[in-house]
């Protein structure tokens, strides 16, 4: 069964405090800690880009992992360096791929990785391809007004690279949503602009229901489940959904104090910190701009 058997992330070593801006915005540290969950966000360089984080990945999967012939290369990203060629193409150019590597970028945002897992799953199963990369890059950092509170607290760059082969954890079941009536809640004219009280609700609201119904259908419950890892949207939207799930905080980590929102890179970031752990069954659910969501659990082969 194709899974996942490595993750590498890169994330900038750039840093812009959120406590050094908290007198600016008028908020005390604790709410930066307690309810956004981000103390410093990383950013990209000057001559960095979704292009060059993704290869910054690549390099530390190879650092971590032996890499086969290459079939098909995927990028989640709604933040590409420029809109024509596709990210994936210019990945391929990079890294001196064959010619007969399959290349193709998904638009998508927090809930980018659930759905690429599996649309990158099916499709190298349908064409019994044995060897992929799923990347994500999404640097909102080129999108956002630093002095919209709003935004600029909260999101982080960064990129992550997923080798899809036969063994590891792959995804047994995922279930997705959509509700295009609250695209209005999340989007970019110029700059991005967000309603949180509007995401928050969606968030809280739709993700435990599906979920549930996950589990359900796998005749699981939430202690079944070794590890929940949360779009790290906030640390208030993570722990105020652990709690309508029922589960032990212990087993739904959150860890963007010190680099923010990643949005689709946002679940293998963490997910890489875990995947050798002794576990067996673990549950994603990647949820935001759109509204869009999906949830999948993977299970060990």
Same mark, same amino acid.
Request: glycine fraction near 8%; aromatic fraction near 8%; include cysteine.
């Given at each position: 069964?194709?899974?996942?058997?490595?993750?590498?992330? =890169?994330?900038?070593?750039?840093?812009?405090?959120?406590?050094?801006?908290?007198?600016?915005?008028?908020?005390?540290?604790?709410?930066?800690?307690?309810?956004?969950?981000?103390?410093?966000?990383?950013?990209?360089?000057?001559?960095?880009?979704?292009?060059?984080?993704?290869?910054?990945?690549?390099?530390?999967?190879?650092?971590?992992?032996?890499?086969?012939?290459?079939?098909?290369?995927?990028?989640?990203?709604?933040?590409?360096?420029?809109?024509?060629? *596709?990210?994936?193409?210019?990945? *391929?150019?990079?890294?001196?791929?064959?010619?007969?590597?399959?290349?193709?970028?998904?638009?998508?945002?927090?809930?980018?990785?659930?759905?690429?897992?599996?649309?990158?799953?099916?499709?190298?199963?349908?064409?019994?391809?044995?060897?992929?990369?799923?990347?994500?890059?999404?640097?909102?950092?080129?999108?956002?007004?630093?002095?919209?509170?709003?935004?600029?607290?909260?999101?982080?760059?960064?990129?992550?690279?997923?080798?899809?082969?036969?063994?590891?954890?792959?995804?047994?079941?995922?279930?997705?949503?959509?509700?295009?009536?609250?695209?209005?809640?999340? =989007?970019?004219?110029?700059?991005?602009?967000?309603?949180?009280?509007?995401?928050?609700?969606?968030?809280?609201?739709?993700?435990?229901?599906?979920?549930?119904?996950?589990?359900?259908?796998?005749?699981?419950?939430?202690?079944?489940?070794?590890?929940?890892?949360? *779009?790290?949207?906030?640390? =208030?939207?993570?722990?105020?959904?652990?709690?309508?799930?029922?589960?032990?905080?212990?087993?739904?980590?959150?860890?963007?104090?010190?680099?923010?929102?990643?949005?689709?890179?946002?679940?293998?970031?963490?997910?890489?910190? *875990?995947?050798?752990?002794?576990?067996?069954?673990?549950?994603?659910?990647?949820?935001?701009?759109?509204?869009?969501?999906?949830?999948?659990?993977?299970?060990?082969?």
């Amino acid at each position: 069964m194709i899974g996942i058997k490595e993750i590498a992330g =890169y994330i900038p070593s750039r840093r812009i405090s959120n406590v050094s801006l908290a007198e600016k915005f008028a908020l005390e540290e604790h709410f930066l800690r307690d309810k956004i969950g981000v103390l410093s966000r990383s950013r990209m360089d000057v001559d960095e880009s979704a292009l060059t984080m993704c290869l910054r990945a690549f390099e530390n999967l190879q650092q971590k992992t032996r890499i086969d012939k290459i079939v098909v290369v995927v990028v989640v990203t709604q933040n590409p360096p420029s809109n024509i060629p *596709h990210l994936s193409a210019l990945l *391929h150019k990079e890294l001196g791929f064959d010619k007969n590597v399959a290349c193709f970028d998904i638009s998508l945002g927090c809930s980018g990785y659930v759905y690429a897992l599996s649309i990158v799953q099916s499709f190298m199963l349908c064409h019994k391809m044995d060897c992929g990369l799923l990347f994500t890059a999404d640097p909102y950092s080129r999108i956002i007004d630093e002095n919209d509170k709003d935004t600029s607290l909260l999101f982080g760059d960064g990129a992550s690279v997923t080798l899809m082969s036969e063994g590891g954890f792959y995804p047994k079941r995922t279930l997705f949503g959509s509700d295009g009536m609250g695209s209005s809640a999340l =989007y970019c004219d110029k700059n991005l602009k967000m309603n949180g009280r509007a995401v928050f609700s969606f968030a809280a609201t739709e993700i435990p229901k599906q979920i549930f119904e996950l589990l359900s259908m796998e005749n699981l419950g939430m202690s079944d489940i070794d590890l929940c890892i949360l *779009h790290q949207g906030s640390r =208030y939207i993570v722990q105020t959904i652990q709690k309508r799930l029922g589960i032990e905080e212990s087993k739904v980590p959150y860890e963007i104090f010190e680099y923010g929102n990643t949005v689709s890179s946002s679940i293998p970031l963490v997910l890489m910190n *875990h995947l050798h752990k002794d576990i067996e069954r673990i549950l994603i659910s990647g949820f935001g701009v759109g509204f869009s969501w999906a949830s999948s659990i993977l299970v060990k082969e």
